[in-house]
């Protein structure tokens, strides 16, 4: 692409290791898949390097529109967002979420890679008693009986055999980012601790702990992808939101633990829980409605990225709010990347149609 440079993921070891800009955290810790690639564990050392100095701008896109919200990111505020979200759906083709979109979106972020974005994916998974496409709200928001609880998690059930189809469909399109090298912050089952989405409210060990598990067994030991770093995203804490700990599956399966914000105005509540919690790991705001304000990440400086979910600069959050957030210093856009050079600064970056 004219006029920027990419340093590949592998150099941005290289550089922490040897000294280089932005080494504030810890940078030995490794993804806690066996063998992750050398993109992903490199990602990992860059995120731990910054957390306590350094927040990564993020911006949420949506199957339907593609990246043309980075575009408007870029309009209101004169820099793009440094991390690039997407979503795997679960709709009809053609509409919001449509699951026609899936391929459009691994390619979307194989080229966004290239220009130097960081890539998380999460996915609304469907009700493993249901097929593709759905309704959201009879199916990612519907329920799952106790018994159909139960032989999901069971291996061998017919249940549990359609999970596994769902996840391998899934699978397909992960690791044509694996092959690509572009390595993956993945949200799995998001907002775990509410009670608003089939998998939530599922406690003790045969709950949302062994789901997550089965999970991270079937992308990694047995579709054998090692590009994605694990992000454990539970929601804000409030009134009928339990704990984060009640459903934490394990250090040995997170690399990254996260909060989702809309409500409660990023409450020192959640930052110090989710932090005690995660025990030197880095944390991160999976999703927020309004932009943190400069003063916040001041407060609560190791959050190393936020996430918009609505249209930039609209919906939850103001447009004078966003803009200083993204003028602030502690804030990371694309440009501020180690391994991303830009000369001219109005190069434009094509948008995917």
């Known amino acids: 692409m004219s006029g920027v440079a990419h340093m590949p993921y592998k150099a941005i070891l290289l550089l922490l290791l040897s000294g280089g800009q932005l080494l ?3 940078t030995t810790r490794v993804p806690v898949t066996p063998g992750a690639s050398p993109e992903a564990a490199s990602l990992l050392r860059y995120i731990c390097s910054i957390s306590g100095t350094r927040t990564l701008a993020g911006q949420h896109c949506v199957p339907l529109v593609g990246s043309t919200r980075l575009e408007g990111v870029q309009k209101q505020t004169k820099h793009y967002p440094a991390v690039f979200g997407q979503d795997f759906g679960f709709s009809e083709p053609g509409t919001w979420d449509g699951i026609n979109y899936r391929q459009r979106i691994v390619d979307e972020a194989i080229l966004r890679n290239s220009e130097g974005f960081i890539i998380t994916i999460m996915w609304h998974a469907v009700r493993p008693v249901d097929e593709e496409p759905v309704d959201f709200q009879q199916s990612i928001q519907g329920k799952l009986s106790e018994d159909e609880w139960h032989d999901l998690v069971t291996p061998g059930t017919s249940l549990n ?7 391998d469909v899934i699978a397909f399109f992960l690791k044509q980012l694996r092959n690509a090298n572009v390595p993956v912050l993945w949200r799995p089952y998001h907002e775990m601790n509410g009670e608003w989405f089939w998998w939530g409210k599922k406690e003790g060990d045969n709950g949302y702990k062994k789901l997550y598990r089965m999970l991270y067994d079937r992308l990694v030991r047995y579709h054998r992808l090692n590009n994605l770093l694990w992000v454990f995203d539970a929601n804000e804490l409030r009134e009928n939101v339990d704990p984060y700990a009640t459903y934490y599956p394990g250090d040995d399966v997170v690399d990254i633990l996260a909060t989702d914000v809309y409500r409660n105005g990023f409450a020192q509540r959640d930052y110090d829980e989710l ?14 409605g309004t932009v943190p304000t400069p003063e916040i990440l001041r407060q609560q400086p190791r959050w190393t990225w936020f996430m918009v979910w609505g249209e930039p600069g609209g919906g939850f959050q103001g447009f004078q709010s966003f803009r200083a957030i993204y003028d602030c210093d502690q804030t990371v856009t694309l440009e501020k ?3 991303v050079t830009v000369p001219n600064p109005k190069v434009h970056y094509p948008i995917f149609r």
Request: aromatic share 8%; net charge negative; hydrophobic share 50%.
């Open 275 to 288: 932090l005690a919690l995660a025990g030197g790991k880095p944390i991160a705001l999976g999703e927020v």
């Open 161 to 167: 055999d359609r999970w596994k189809t769902e996840v």
């Open 24 to 26: 504030a955290g810890d």
């Open 337 to 339: 990347l180690p391994w």
